[in-house]
């Protein structure tokens, strides 16, 4: 078991900038993948960026690109979403989650992602 835990969401208006912060256990470091997901009310979760603990690219579904962007601090065990230019489509849950498997697999297989946060709400108006 290992443990997984967001922060930062909050409210803003459309056009503003959020950063999220997880802290994961260090033994998911391991050259293997840690995510963001993101479900809005009554729809599915969705990926939203991956980043491999060791060597690769980020990865980020179409809706984002170019606005968000992952990074992590190894030395503190933190993976961040810095997010900008926010839209009311951004609205949702964001949760932070860990596989012990290579992005470039958990990718195409979000069921691989075992140990995930609570969440934190990020709500963005107009």
């Known amino acids: 078991q290992a443990n997984v835990a967001e922060s930062g969401g909050g409210s803003v208006q459309v056009g503003g900038s959020l950063r999220l912060s997880c802290a994961a256990d260090?033994?998911?470091?391991?050259?293997?993948?840690i995510a963001w997901f993101r479900q809005a009310p009554g729809k599915e979760r969705e990926m939203v960026a991956t980043?491999?603990?060791?060597?690769?690219?980020?990865y980020y579904t179409d809706s984002v690109k170019g606005r968000f962007v992952i990074s992590q601090d190894l030395a503190k065990n933190m993976v961040y979403l810095q997010m900008t230019s926010l839209k009311p489509e951004d609205t949702a849950m964001y949760y932070c989650?860990?596989?012990?498997?290579?992005?470039?697999?958990?990718?195409?297989?979000?069921?691989?992602?075992?140990?995930w946060g609570q969440g934190t709400q990020v709500t963005v108006s107009s």
């Open positions: 989650a860990a596989t012990w498997e290579a992005c470039a697999l958990a990718r195409g297989a979000p069921h691989l992602f075992r140990f």
């Open positions: 260090r033994s998911l470091y391991l050259d293997n993948c």
């Open positions: 980043i491999p603990t060791g060597a690769g690219s980020a």
